[in-house]
């Protein structure tokens, strides 16, 4: 059973950029889809980002799309998830998850506890 770790909190301002990490031990990371996920205040968890086994496929969600970039290292057994041009509306606390499906905006199975990203206006 995999266990997932976030890092990278912080407060940083609107148009700046934050960079978080999700390292992955008790299993191997290459073996599972990555993907993150985010709760805002008072709202449900939604789908972020996503990318495949190998690296070479990425999915984002259109809220995000152009200014988030997954990635993840199998060596390192570490996704990365970096995000530029924050708004205010990216506050959340934002979550690593594992699982098996990449085609989908579905989580898997195993989570990490969370991270809290805030970007004041």
């Known amino acids: 059973q995999v266990q997932l770790a976030e890092s990278g909190a912080g407060l940083v301002q609107a148009g700046g950029s934050l960079r978080l990490s999700c390292a992955a031990s008790?299993?191997?990371?290459?073996?599972?889809?990555m993907k993150w996920f985010r709760q805002a205040p008072g709202k449900e968890r939604e789908f972020v980002a996503a990318?495949?086994?190998?690296?070479?496929?990425?999915s984002y969600a259109d809220s995000v799309k152009g200014r988030f970039t997954i990635s993840r290292d199998n060596a390192k057994n570490t996704v990365s998830l970096q995000m530029n041009s924050l708004k205010p509306e990216d506050t959340a606390v934002y979550y690593c998850?594992?699982?098996?499906?990449?085609?989908?905006?579905?989580?898997?199975?195993?989570w990490g506890k969370g991270t809290l990203v805030t970007v004041s206006s």
């Open positions: 998850n594992a699982g098996n499906v990449f085609g989908t905006t579905l989580p898997g199975t195993y």
């Open positions: 990318i495949s086994r190998s690296g070479g496929s990425a």
């Open positions: 008790g299993g191997t990371s290459s073996a599972y889809v």
